[in-house]
């Protein structure tokens, strides 16, 4: 089993609708938890960190459920500029961090 | 504004040849890392280092060897390229945080990396 497993998509979501989608991880001693993000052929970037009690940054919005095991992303009024691949990471030890494979958003006006 | 830069974008190589990944990063961060990415396996982590002449084998450590002479710098060596190590290589780095390092990761942009 993977560490960290997400569902590829593509998920085609039509402009200003909204998506989620949800990772889970292997490893219940993991503290802390983000969603990156990763646009074609570019390097990953923080997105937002992940908090117990879920957290927003505008239009996006973050869940953990500790007992269960995964983190989610949920993105409002989705706009053609947040196509892109949205990994879910989690920590392991000193530093280091499990990424997923992605989950690929595609935007269409 | 954390800088991380690598030394090339694209790189081919033949099989056998000894290969060089550089990164540079400007925010002296104590962290630094090497993944590789390929498509369905997600980013894996080859090696790390905590501080200068430190490394700490990753996840996916056969093959590549990696060196930390200064602080800001940490290279990648391929001793012989193989084609299975065809990918895209990147470096990240980060600062050390009170809790051990559980800080952002910043990326450089990438070494597309093919071996003939």
């Known amino acids: 089993r993977k560490e960290v497993e997400q569902d590829p998509g593509p998920f085609n979501v039509p402009e200003g609708a909204t998506v989620a989608f949800n990772c889970t991880y292997s490893n219940s001693a993991s503290q802390s938890f983000f969603w990156y993000r990763q646009d074609c052929r570019k390097e990953p970037k923080l997105l937002m960190s992940v908090y117990s009690s879920g957290n927003e940054d505008g239009r996006f919005t973050a869940q953990l459920n500790r007992a269960s095991q995964y983190i989610s992303l949920l993105i409002r009024d989705s706009k053609l500029s947040d196509s892109a691949t949205y990994l879910c990471v989690v920590t392991r030890s000193w530093g280091k961090l499990q990424f997923g494979a992605g989950t690929q958003v595609v935007v269409t006006p | 504004d954390v800088k991380v830069t690598q030394s090339s974008r694209y790189l081919v190589k033949r099989t056998g040849e000894k290969v060089f990944l550089e990164c540079v990063q400007d925010m002296d961060h104590e962290n630094m890392f090497w993944y590789r990415q390929d498509p369905g396996l997600g980013l894996r982590l080859i090696y790390f280092s905590y501080d200068v002449k430190m490394k700490e084998k990753g996840d996916i450590p056969e093959g590549y060897s990696v060196s930390r002479e200064k602080k800001e710098r940490f290279s990648l060596i391929l001793e012989s390229a193989s084609t299975n190590q065809t990918s895209m290589y990147l470096c990240?780095?980060?600062?050390?945080?009170?809790?051990?390092?559980?800080?952002?990761?910043?990326f450089g942009p990438g070494t597309r990396l093919l071996v003939l």
């Open positions: 990240a780095s980060s600062t050390r945080g009170e809790t051990g390092g559980q800080e952002t990761q910043y």
